[in-house]
């Protein structure tokens, strides 16, 4: 025996399953929380998933009125319908099917995210990724994204993929991404089809089964996930997804790991208390 033998597998299996739990934010949007349920509070460097997907305008209508954020960055994927962002700033936006809002909050702002329709399917999904100490304080910005500036490839037949973060063989995505290197790629798979896709070791990974159902990994090892499944990756350098039962559509997302203190208070995310109070002290202050 040699240290070696400790060594991961290749291939990333699925270690654990989360289900998206219904839950409200905002004021009053009803929305599947996938990452920071109670059994999943975070996945360094990812602190927050959530899917909100509904026709029902109740549901959604309300939306989300003013409010800060400090110390992360938000990313906000639509499939269908339109959100509407403005900011304290003056930043104005429309995000509609297929855009992308990569939101770095840095020091602070203060936004609104409301849906511009008043009926029809309302569904996409916004990702929180935590900033590093020494970026938790940088100026706001924007990656506003077109779905047309937006790299979506087909990686053989039957296999679709949307590359938002990272690359896919030498595609690269549309955002420009920080110290945790994100990838987060839209997955669309037929029927008896498969996908690969490299991602470096350490980083931590999922798989967000959103339609139908993924094999993940492979050999005795791989695991299904249904619909509104997330599986929380082994270490490795491989992903790799199939769907056997029907078509699947899935969100593969990976990055590198903090490994700082998270102090987390609502729409804050800091390292310390102190600055926790601090953001606080700000924003009553109308200082973000
Ligand atoms: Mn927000």
Do not use: C
Not at 49 to 73: C, K, M, T, W
Not at 100 to 115: D, F, K, L
Request: proline share 7%; aromatic share 6%; glycine share 12%.
């Amino acid at each position: 025996m040699n240290d070696t033998a400790s060594v991961a597998p290749r291939i990333r299996a699925v270690d654990r399953v989360y289900r998206a739990m219904p839950t409200s934010d905002g004021a009053g949007v009803r929305l599947n929380r996938v990452i920071g349920q109670p059994g999943l509070p975070d996945l360094d460097p990812f602190l927050l998933l959530d899917e909100f997907r509904s026709d029902q305008a109740v549901d959604y209508i309300a939306g989300f009125p003013d409010h800060p954020h400090r110390g992360f960055e938000t990313v906000t994927y639509m499939l269908a319908g339109r959100m509407r962002h403005g900011d304290n700033q003056g930043n104005v936006g429309l995000l509609g099917p297929g855009s992308v809002q990569w939101m770095t909050a840095g020091r602070g702002i203060v936004h609104s995210e409301m849906p511009e329709q008043e009926d029809g399917l309302l569904h996409g999904f916004q990702l929180w990724v935590n900033l590093p100490a020494r970026d938790k304080m940088t100026a706001p910005r924007y990656q506003d994204i077109d779905p047309a500036q937006i790299p979506t490839i087909d990686v053989g037949a039957g296999v679709r993929v949307t590359v938002i973060a990272g690359q896919v063989g030498n595609t690269r995505g549309a955002v420009d991404t920080g110290a945790t290197e994100p990838t987060y790629l839209d997955v669309q798979l037929a029927v008896g089809t498969g996908f690969a896709q490299a991602v470096p070791i350490g980083h931590s990974a999922f798989v967000y089964a959103y339609h139908g159902e993924v094999q993940v990994g492979d050999g005795p090892r791989a695991k299904t996930l249904t619909t509104g499944e997330l599986g929380v990756l082994s270490p490795g350098e491989e992903i790799r997804v199939a769907a056997s039962a029907g078509a699947a559509r899935l969100l593969i997302v990976a990055g590198k790991p903090l490994s700082e203190p998270v102090v987390r208070h609502g729409p804050f995310v800091m390292n310390t208390m102190t600055e926790i109070r601090q953001a606080v002290d700000d924003y009553r202050a109308g200082r973000l």
